[in-house]
């Protein structure tokens, strides 16, 4: 249901106009880009992968700056940016799923609050689980051969996007020892490269920007995608790994692992808050309605270049990127989940993690 609506919404706003954007001119002015993570992750980037093209459609032409405000699981970078207000439209700001999942949970870390701020643009991604070659050997389609085995992973935290794989592999009946604290997924990986971590993942971008690389060299071995969406609500094949089975598939081949009830409904529903929508960019509280729709019709024109499929496989990967009322109904699927699945989650932190969000 999400997906076909915010297809129906991306049909309604395929073609933009902005008759009034013409008074915004950013020529010889420099955006600043907000990434609340480290500069070696997925949202570096996938920022990176768009400054560049906004920089060509915004009128003036201005540079656009990826800076980065590691620290907290994001909430440090996502409680700054709570407190600016707009000034000359060259700030922007980019989320991810480990800054919407702590405000979904009510982390008391958490002081923004993401209605109040004017979402632009958004994009789904994917995420590939992967293994050392060592135990890569014992991977079978099935986590039969590997419930046995002790595995450590670098993760940003308990209650953040990383809950999505710590609860899959929980599900797989694994042995997956977090060491918390990292300030972004490509801290993990440097973890895993290290030898520190024995199993890892990351999102598309930081998979095909480094980790398919050490897949080539011999020194990863591919697990799972947690898998795409498609527009019955489904989880099917992930379109940038479709070669890869979903973490939804070695859930069925695997003894104990259960793909209906309780656990894994509460795991699809945070899946779906945190990758379908999984990271969008935003101005701040009390940016003029002509500023935003600069900026909509900016990134609007980015996904309609004819070399845009081409060029986002190869560095975000094959999905939907959402503007104007489409990004504003993405942002919203993106930060719900129902009660239930958030009850669960909650129960889940406190009793495998002595994680209390109370």
């Known amino acids: ?153 670098g993760s940003q935290g308990a209650t953040r996007l990383d809950l999505v794989p710590l609860l899959a592999w929980s599900m797989l009946g694994m042995n997956v020892e977090p060491v918390f604290g990292i300030k972004g997924r490509g801290d993990g990986r440097l973890m895993f490269e290290r030898g520190e971590a024995t199993i890892d993942y990351q999102t598309s971008s930081g998979y095909l920007g480094a980790s398919a690389d050490l897949v080539e060299q011999g020194k990863a071995v591919p697990m799972m995608t947690w898998g795409a969406l498609n527009e019955a609500g489904d989880i099917v094949r992930d379109p940038t790994f479709p070669d890869i089975p979903t973490f939804k598939e070695v859930c069925e081949a695997t003894d104990g692992c259960e793909t209906s009830g309780e656990t894994w409904d509460a795991w699809k529903a945070f899946f779906v808050a945190g990758f379908p929508v999984q990271k969008i960019a935003f101005l701040p509280q009390g940016t003029p309605q002509e500023v935003i729709d600069t900026y909509t019709a900016a990134f609007d024109t980015v996904r309609n270049r004819d070399n845009f499929p081409e060029i986002a496989a190869n560095r975000v990967g094959k999905y939907e990127v959402f503007v104007g009322e489409s990004a504003q109904q993405a942002t919203r699927a993106g930060t719900a989940v129902s009660p239930e699945a958030k009850a669960f989650v909650v129960n889940w932190l406190q009793e495998e993690y002595g994680v209390s969000l109370n």
Do not use: C
């Not at 880009?33 to 560049?52: C, D, L, Q, R, Y």
């Not at 982390?107 to 643009?121: H, T």
């Not at 293994?131 to 014992?138: I, M, Q, S, T």
């Open 1 to 153: 249901m999400i997906i076909k609506q915010l297809a129906a919404s991306v049909a309604a706003t395929a073609i933009l106009t902005a008759p009034a954007v013409a008074e915004v001119d950013f020529t010889g002015e420099t955006i600043e880009w907000v990434i609340p993570f480290s500069e070696t992750g997925g949202s570096a980037k996938w920022a990176n992968f768009f400054a560049p093209l906004l920089s060509e459609e915004l009128p003036g032409n201005p540079t656009v700056v990826v800076k980065f405000m590691p620290g907290a699981g994001s909430t440090k970078g996502g409680n700054w940016f709570q407190e600016q207000e707009h000034e000359d439209g060259t700030l922007m700001f980019g989320t991810s799923g480990s800054t919407q999942f702590p405000y979904l949970l009510d982390d008391p870390r958490v002081r923004y609050e993401y209605s109040d701020w004017n979402p632009v643009m958004a994009s789904g991604t994917g995420g590939v689980a992967y293994l050392n070659p060592e135990d890569g050997a014992k991977f079978d389609g099935t986590a039969n051969d590997l419930q046995d085995i002790d595995f450590i992973y």
